[in-house]
């Protein structure tokens, strides 16, 4: 049988992601071990459905997207790209798969430990707040591949840790260790390995407890500030704060405060 170059669904039904919900907060496992996690098309299908899916599912609030404790995911699916020729690079498409990751609205939270490397990094980096074992790993080693990063991370890396630092890891291939991660702005917090995915929940879900239409609109405005200038970015940022003044979760988390009772988020 002869396979498309212009294919770009799954042609197995393996499941490289595990999908489950815990309250309002539903998490994605990355399910590849024998490769550590490596990101081939099939599994950015099966991640992109489940995450729309999620991001669909009004009972969610926050989404979790972890690895296992060796690999968040070491890259791209190297044996997947070798042989490739720049037209079936290009016929594949497969930054379409990406964009769908990119357009999740609700708040993503990575759970991450061991290896988070090239297009495992990128991933990691779609993420909102991540939570990183003291065992990471993280880096953009396609300069030893003789390629480069190609899913947004010479863009994303540069504007989180600036850059000198990006130069330096982008260009030597180097791994930066969580504590230089956390220094460098890199990731949101870093916990003891036993502890990465349940602090990632924990995280979660005390997200969860907030109103989710505001929660979701953070996210939006905070995202802009990468691609927008401040004064427009400023004026994005009221335009979202009037908007939630539409909602009832705003008035009952002002009047619960008044009142000195939790608030009860409905997500109107
Ligand atoms: N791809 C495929 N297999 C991988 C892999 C990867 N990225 N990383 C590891 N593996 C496999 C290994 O081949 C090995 O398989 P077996 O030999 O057991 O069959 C198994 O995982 C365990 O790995 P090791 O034996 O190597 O384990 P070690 O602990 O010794 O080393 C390591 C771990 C992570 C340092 C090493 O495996 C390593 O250097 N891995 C490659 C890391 C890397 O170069 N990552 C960048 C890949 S390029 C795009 C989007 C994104 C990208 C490109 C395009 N589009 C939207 C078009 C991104 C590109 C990349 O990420």
Not at 59 to 71: D, K, N, Q, T
Not at 122 to 143: F, K, R, W, Y
Request: aromatic fraction near 6%; charged fraction near 25%.
């Amino acid at each position: 049988m002869t396979t498309s170059i212009l294919e770009t669904k799954p042609m197995t039904s393996e499941q490289l992601i595990l999908a489950e919900t815990d309250g309002a907060v539903g998490v994605i496992t990355l399910n590849r071990p024998k490769v550590l996690n490596a990101l081939n098309p099939e599994l950015m299908h099966q991640l992109a459905e489940q995450m729309e899916a999620f991001d669909h599912d009004e009972s969610i609030y926050v989404i979790v997207l972890a690895g296992s404790e060796r690999a968040f995911a070491a890259g791209a699916d190297i044996g997947d790209m070798a042989d490739r020729s720049t037209i079936e690079m290009y016929m594949r498409d497969q930054f379409a798969t990406w964009e769908r990751v990119k357009k999740i609205k609700k708040p993503i939270v990575a759970a991450v430990s061991g290896f988070a490397l090239g297009g495992g990094c990128e991933l990691m980096m779609h993420c909102d707040v991540i939570i990183a074992s003291d065992t990471s790993q993280i880096g953009q080693p396609e300069i030893n591949l003789g390629v480069m990063p190609g899913a947004g991370g010479t863009q994303r890396l540069t504007k989180a840790i600036g850059k000198a630092q990006a130069m330096d890891v982008i260009l030597t291939g180097r791994f930066l260790s969580a504590t230089e991660a956390l220094d460098a702005g890199l990731v949101s917090r870093v916990v003891p390995v036993e502890h990465f995915f349940t602090e990632a929940l924990k995280v979660a879900k005390k997200m969860a407890t907030k109103g989710p239409i505001a929660l979701r609109l953070a996210k939006e405005a905070v995202l802009k500030a990468h691609e927008m200038h401040l004064s427009e970015g400023l004026e994005y940022e009221r335009k979202l704060f009037y908007i939630l003044f539409a909602t009832e979760d705003q008035k009952e988390g002002m009047h619960a405060f008044m009142e000195k009772r939790k608030p009860e988020f409905k997500g109107k």
